[in-house]
């Protein structure tokens, strides 16, 4: 172990920095590489070094398929160090096909997955041995569909017969394909939002043509948004108005049987009011029938306090003073048997 002057790399401790780009040697361990077993480097051995995993593709439009992918590549072993290759425009373009993203923007994109140790920019299209021995790559990880390409049906084949092939999964309903084909499908619908935001015809290659066609029904649908929105703030408003209109009935009713209620009970046929009138109208009838009299020897009225002493009489010479009135028919006779009495002491 002296003899080692350098060391493999080891998998990053913290996420705080992107990949690395390989240098022209990735590994600068001068130890012997030996060859390892799937069950080896699945019991944790070696001890002294990770085992380097070496994943491939294009990566266009990267999504979470191939963060899936290479997500499985780092977590086959205990101790693995994920190197990706990326391919180069010129290769993809010839073997492939035309990509949105260019080699720059894709590689980039894989040094900022957290999976990703290292990125091989310009990986070859199909794996030497001079390149495997070149990057001291244990294995190779990519899905078990054969991929046919620059003449060859299956351009892992070698790698499967040599026991160096660790088969990950693809994540059904993600892929570069279906995305840009959504695109396409759709593309009516990203001309006018782009045309909306901002950006020429010429940027977009479309016709001066289809580009007042594309604005032109920007603007209808901003009618039938504005359209739309008046809409339902109405429904709003007519739901609330109906609201209110029923809590209003329902008040109302409930406060016409309240009222009803109360009326019926004061003058229905066995209401309180009526009772007190019969009671009044007895008490009445009843004083009219049999009216009281007063006693014959009952005392004389004692004055109040509070009431003033009444004048006194005129003096009995004077004859011709109008007597008072009586107030009853015994008083009339009192009074009538006084004045007589007084003419026989005058004679």
């Not at 590549?73 to 190197?83: E, G, I, Q, R, S």
Request: charge should be neutral.
């Amino acid at each position: 172990m002296e003899e080692l002057e350098h060391t493999c790399p080891h998998p990053r401790t913290t996420l705080i920095e992107p990949a690395i780009f390989a240098r022209e040697t990735s590994c600068d361990c001068r130890a012997p590489h030996e060859k390892l077993t799937i069950e080896q480097a699945r019991r944790g051995t070696p001890v002294d070094r990770p085992v380097r995993v070496y994943a491939d593709g294009i990566f266009d439009l990267f999504h979470s398929g191939h963060a899936r992918a290479l997500m499985q590549a780092k977590n086959l072993f205990p101790n693995t160090y994920l190197l990706v290759g990326v391919c180069s425009d010129e290769l993809t373009h010839k073997y492939k096909g035309f990509t949105v993203m260019t080699e720059q923007e894709r590689y980039e994109a894989l040094r900022h997955c957290r999976y990703v140790d290292e990125v091989l920019r310009d990986a070859p299209w199909t794996l030497t041995p001079k390149f495997l021995d070149k990057h001291k790559i244990d294995f190779v990880a990519h899905d078990d569909i054969p991929y046919s390409s620059a003449g060859s049906e299956d351009v892992y084949k070698h790698i499967k017969e040599a026991g160096m092939f660790v088969p990950t999964q693809r994540t059904e309903g993600i892929s570069t394909s279906d995305i840009i084909t959504r695109i396409v499908r759709d593309y009516d619908v990203y001309a006018r939002r782009n045309l909306q935001r901002g950006y020429t015809a010429k940027e977009l290659n479309v016709s001066y043509i289809n580009e007042k066609k594309y604005r032109l029904q920007n603007q209808v649908d901003r009618m039938k948004e504005k359209v739309r929105t008046v809409e339902e703030k109405s429904k709003h408003f007519v739901c609330r108005v109906e609201e209110k209109s029923h809590d209003l009935i329902q008040k109302w009713e409930e406060k016409s049987r309240e009222f009803i209620g109360n009326f019926l009970e004061l003058f229905g046929p066995d209401g309180t009011w009526k009772q007190v009138l019969q009671e009044r109208s007895g008490r009445m009838l009843s004083y009219a029938l049999s009216p009281r009299e007063s006693p014959c020897n009952s005392p004389p009225r004692e004055l109040s306090p509070l009431r003033s002493p009444s004048p006194p009489s005129p003096p009995a010479r004077w004859h011709n003073a109008r007597p008072s009135p009586p107030t009853s028919p015994k008083g009339a006779s009192a009074s009538m048997s006084s004045m007589s009495e007084g003419d026989e002491d005058e004679n």
